[in-house]
């Protein structure tokens, strides 16, 4: 087996040396599950006269090219040894509650795939998972666990509970002549259910990667968080049945104890998709990708809300005539904005793209933006593109009517300012 190594927003010529990619066609792009019908795309690779080249989007992970052939793109590289801490991204990002929210997307794991081996350091998947589950878990613990009624099997001492098992009864007790004992099942409430079991064992999983995680990043904060959690789930046992774990459903209505164990879940299914039992580690991944823009996205709506704490004050996706925008600022003190999150570097050197101008002026013009803002209609709205860029702070460090915002050539009350992202050596 061989691995395409590349990084994000890179377009590189692998040569003539590689076996025949592409059997039928000229070109293939693999775009993410639920955005076929889109532009975006993970990765594209195409036959020219020098052979085969590849380029990558804004996606980051790890997916079969063909049989034997995979590819890997990495995050962005921004010097020798440096990359993009995307772990770190997703942490601050999660400290704003309302991001729990707005997680779908962000990551695609294709669990009926043939695992891609990998060594341990390159496992950019197991403490991206982790990340969002002990977010999730920390804000549904937060009020206590939930109580619920479970089943309960036991053999009871002189007593009778429930029903009886005939068949257990009879193969435990009445075989060795114990007629005192009956082999019971009856209903219990409390917290020791199967949905807290399955929290439990995924906290007892995430406590192991992350103690024998080995790849450079900086899973300190994540460590805390499971010792600010491990006390809640002192009453609850973690021997769950993983061979129900497909067929669990979680009640929707409990929304953060629903996100949390879709997580929970899936770090089940990624530690028994690809540990290691003689060696303790996770060796092989499942295809899978990481929408870095969305990410960014996320990432930036943490850093207004810390400009900006008022409720009301930064609203985030909200809709309007099949619009969705990325943040809608009403300040009680400010400048209104209607703002967009752009995870294109180059915008630092450039000016944005047409599309993205026309994009956000197409925003500050819908009616709905102007009665949420309490504005007369014959008033321009500012725009602001907030981009990413390692040659800017590494936060707003104020209010934006106190930013020297670089000002958009040709365009009235527009303006852009970048953001440089966290890295790891």
């Not at 890997?72 to 942490?91: A, C, F, N, S, W």
């Not at 949905?195 to 904060?221: F, P, Q």
């Not at 809640?232 to 949390?260: E, M, Q």
Request: proline letters at 5%.
């Amino acid at each position: 087996m061989r691995i395409i190594n590349v990084i994000e927003q890179c377009n590189r010529n692998l040569g003539e040396s590689w076996t025949p990619l592409l059997e039928h066609s000229e070109t293939f792009v693999r775009r993410m599950s639920g955005l076929e019908d889109s532009d975006a795309f993970c990765y594209s690779i195409e036959k020219g006269i020098e052979g085969y080249s590849v380029k990558t989007s804004y996606f980051v992970g790890v997916d079969w090219v063909t049989d034997d052939v995979a590819i890997q793109v990495r995050p962005k590289v921004e010097g020798e040894e440096d990359y993009i801490d995307y772990l770190r991204m997703l942490t601050e990002a999660l400290k704003e509650p309302e991001n729990t929210e707005h997680l779908d997307g962000l990551l695609t794991i294709d669990f009926n795939a043939k695992p891609i081996p990998l060594e341990e350091k390159e496992d950019m998947l197991s403490p991206f998972i982790v990340a969002q589950y002990l977010m999730a878990l920390k804000k549904a613990v937060r009020k206590g666990l939930r109580q619920s009624y479970y089943l309960v099997t036991a053999n009871l001492n002189s007593k009778i509970k429930g029903k009886i098992l005939v068949g257990k009864n009879v193969c435990k007790n009445l075989s060795s002549g114990n007629r005192v004992d009956h082999f019971c099942q009856y209903q219990e409430y409390g917290i020791n259910s199967e949905e807290n079991k399955i929290l439990k064992r995924a906290l007892s999983l995430s406590s192991h990667i992350l103690s024998t995680y080995r790849g450079g990043l900086d899973v300190s904060a994540l460590k805390k968080t499971i010792a600010y959690i491990y006390p809640y789930f002192r009453g609850v046992d973690d021997d769950c049945d993983l061979s129900k774990v497909d067929t669990f459903k979680a009640n929707p209505i409990f929304k953060d104890y629903y996100k949390a164990l879709e997580y929970g879940i899936l770090i089940l299914k990624r530690c028994a998709y690809g540990f290691n039992r003689s060696s303790r580690h996770i060796d092989s991944t499942p295809p899978y990708w990481i929408d870095m823009s969305k990410l960014f996205e996320l990432y930036v709506y943490r850093e207004l809300r810390r400009l900006y704490p008022i409720p009301g004050e930064v609203h985030y996706h909200m809709h309007l005539r099949w619009r969705e925008l990325d943040y809608l600022l009403a300040p009680q003190n400010g400048t209104p904005m209607v703002i967009d999150a752009k995870y294109k570097p180059r915008y630092h050197y450039s000016e944005p793209d047409i599309d993205d101008i026309r994009q956000v002026s197409a925003y500050a013009r819908m009616e709905g933006v102007y009665k949420k803002l309490n504005l007369p209609e014959d008033r321009i709205i500012d725009c602001l593109i907030i981009y990413a860029n390692q040659e800017c702070p590494p936060a707003i460090l104020d209010k934006f009517d106190a930013i020297d915002m670089a000002k958009v050539n040709g365009y009235a009350k527009f303006r852009k300012i970048g953001i440089s992202l966290p890295v790891r050596k």
